[in-house]
């Protein structure tokens, strides 16, 4: 057979397409149309929700090892977690139901005691809730004003409170508004307790340390009194309810070349703080006045007659 009868072209199973370069031109260039039209017409959305939908389900599927992983991890945390809890509560409830019945038990001794003694009940105060208005101007004092005055029965001399203890005392009266000077202003002083000892004394208003502090003055060097000791009204002055909470000690100096020992407090109240207070009657509108002195005896000369 001559060979120019041959056929050259190649079997169709060899045949051959567009190059490489030319396919990747043309996908290039339809999915660059694509982004285009989806991007401005939303051409794509309704394809991307029907495979949404198509692949939830087996999506669901996948995620259920890694759900169930979790659930089981935070469920082991929390059965701890609530064991724990439970056994601190009840922790607490023991030391809780201990103090109560310790509280119980105090109270009936009280009564008794005071049965046996014969003493009368501690005095009901009755109190005003107030507002601090602002501070007073002298920047020299340590004194607020409240939104209470003679229209509301409040009298000088009343002690007023906020939720933590002894805040001050009224000082001034006005008509819609009241001067309360705080305890710790230099010219003011109150009688207090040491809850600790029992040991009496009269705590002073004192900045040289800083801005809020007080000095219990006039103790003893050798005075029972160390840091922490709660210092609270002893109620002696006729002014303050007894029991109230003034302040707590800070500081203890004793000095070998001094008579007294200087010890420094930090009020309970929040003196620069307060906004809400509670004023109080004056704790001498309640107690009975004191008798008036007996006139002297009369005496008689020899002779009977009365003298001058």
């Known amino acids: ?5 041959l056929d050259r072209a190649p079997p169709p199973f060899f045949r051959q397409g567009p190059s490489a370069l030319s396919k990747l031109a043309v996908c290039s260039a339809l999915a660059l149309f694509l982004m285009v039209a989806d991007a401005r017409f939303k051409v794509m959305q309704p ?20 759900y169930l992983a979790q659930g089981g991890s935070e469920y082991l945390y929390s059965l701890n977690s609530a064991q724990r809890s439970k056994e601190d509560a009840y922790k607490k409830l ?6 109560a019945n310790q509280v119980e038990q105090l109270t009936l001794e009280n009564e008794r005691l005071r049965k046996l003694l014969d003493l009368r009940a501690r005095l009901q105060t009755t109190g005003i809730a107030a507002q601090v208005v602002y501070d007073a101007a ?6 607020v004003i409240v939104d209470k005055g003679l229209l509301d029965k409040v009298r000088p001399g009343s002690p007023v409170l906020d939720e933590r203890g002894v805040l001050g005392q009224v000082t001034r009266v006005y008509p819609l508004v009241s001067e309360v000077t705080l305890i710790t202003d230099r010219d003011h002083a ?29 103790m003893a060097a050798n005075a029972d ?7 609270t009204t002893s109620g002696v002055d006729g002014v303050y309810p007894p029991g109230l909470p003034v302040a707590r000690v800070e500081k203890v100096d004793r000095r070998v070349d001094a008579i007294f020992a200087r010890i420094y407090c930090v009020p309970a109240a929040l003196v620069s703080g307060a906004s809400h207070v509670l004023v109080l009657e004056p704790l001498s509108e309640q107690v009975a006045p004191r008798p008036a002195p007996e006139p002297p005896a009369a005496k008689r000369n020899r002779r009977g007659e009365l003298r001058p």
């Open 138 to 143: 002298d920047p020299y004092s340590r004194k």
């Open 47 to 66: 394809l991307r929700m029907v495979l949404g939908t198509v692949l939830y389900p087996m999506q669901w599927l996948a995620m259920q090892p890694v």
């Open 225 to 231: 009194a160390v840091v922490g000791d709660l210092l």
């Open 94 to 99: 023991g030391l809780q139901s201990l103090k």
């Open 1 to 5: 057979m001559p060979l120019g009868t």
């Open 190 to 218: 109150i009688p207090v307790l040491n809850t600790r000892t029992g040991a009496r004394g009269v705590a002073f208003g004192d900045t040289s340390s800083h801005a809020d502090a007080m000095e219990l003055r006039y």
